[in-house]
């Protein structure tokens, strides 16, 4: 039974959809080319491979596997801050536009912050962990809100990080030229009291977290093709190593990886 009453099923399956159509553009089959577009390490992977004693198949597969997910973070960045567009006073600009604020929240009736504060508006940065800003970055942010509510006395600007160090609403101070900056309108907001704030349930986030698994499968499970990629990268790896001459398969791809980081330099050149 669907038992969340600030978004409906349909957008929420609509959603998760379309999270995971995110993912599958991303998920187009790697060839070596691809594979070395920002050159690999082959040091770094020479000591991983024998230090956690895995193989060269694991290894490749891992760096595969690193890539895609640098990538598919932008996926549930869009999973986190697309959803609010489904729940009543929440406004989601297309990128650029309003500020370059990810959420906009209003309420007509008011806003209460912890201290007892009420405003109208909620302009949000999101972020999927609290410590993915540097101090110039975090500078930055703060100097926006600060703008923003020197143009609106009436609202307060909330960073709102999904994996925070723990459940909070609190304000936000930051060192900007060896100066501490702080506003009672600038917050700190962990995800689940963002989503109690705006829905007035307390397990809103609770909720949508339970919902997820069997949605996910429903939809993966519905698919008309299977998205897994037929990777490439070990079977254009051993083509190599036959152009070699090195019997000993492990060393043949050993010998392909170092040419792949550093196939110009002196020595290497010769294989």
Request: hydrophobic letters at 35%.
């Given at each position: ?235 254009e790896l051993k083509e190599m190593t036959r152009n070699l001459k090195i ?25």
């Open positions: 039974m669907w038992n969340i009453d600030f978004i409906s099923e349909d957008n929420f399956r609509k959603h998760v959809k379309e999270t995971i159509e995110k993912y599958g553009e991303k998920l187009k089959a790697i060839d070596l080319k691809q594979f070395n577009k920002n050159i690999v390490d082959p040091i770094k992977m020479l000591f991983d491979k024998n230090v956690y004693g895995i193989s060269w198949e694991e290894i490749i597969g891992n760096e595969i596997f690193r890539q895609r997910d640098k990538s598919n973070n932008n996926a549930i960045g869009y999973f986190h801050q697309r959803i609010f567009q489904y729940i009543d006073g929440c406004k989601v600009p297309e990128n650029g536009n309003d500020g370059g604020w990810d959420i906009i929240y209003t309420n007509k009736n008011g806003i209460k912050l912890p201290d007892e504060t009420v405003i109208h508006k909620v302009y949000v940065e999101m972020k999927n962990k609290h410590n993915t800003m540097n101090s110039a970055a975090a500078g930055k942010t703060m100097i926006k809100m600060q703008n923003q509510l020197i143009n609106d006395d009436d609202c307060a600007c909330f960073l709102v990080e999904v994996i925070a160090q723990k459940s909070q609403n609190v304000n936000w101070g930051v060192t900007v030229d060896k100066k501490k900056i702080s506003h009672k309108l600038i917050r700190r907001v962990s995800i689940d009291k963002f989503y109690s704030l705006i829905t007035g349930d307390d397990y809103a986030f609770y909720k949508i977290c339970n919902m997820l698994p069997k949605i996910i499968k429903e939809i993966i499970d519905n698919q008309e093709k299977q998205i897994i990629p037929n990777d490439t990268v070990i079977k019997n000993i398969e492990d060393l043949a791809i050993q010998t392909a990886i170092f040419m792949l980081g550093f196939g110009n330099y002196k020595g290497f050149e010769k294989n």
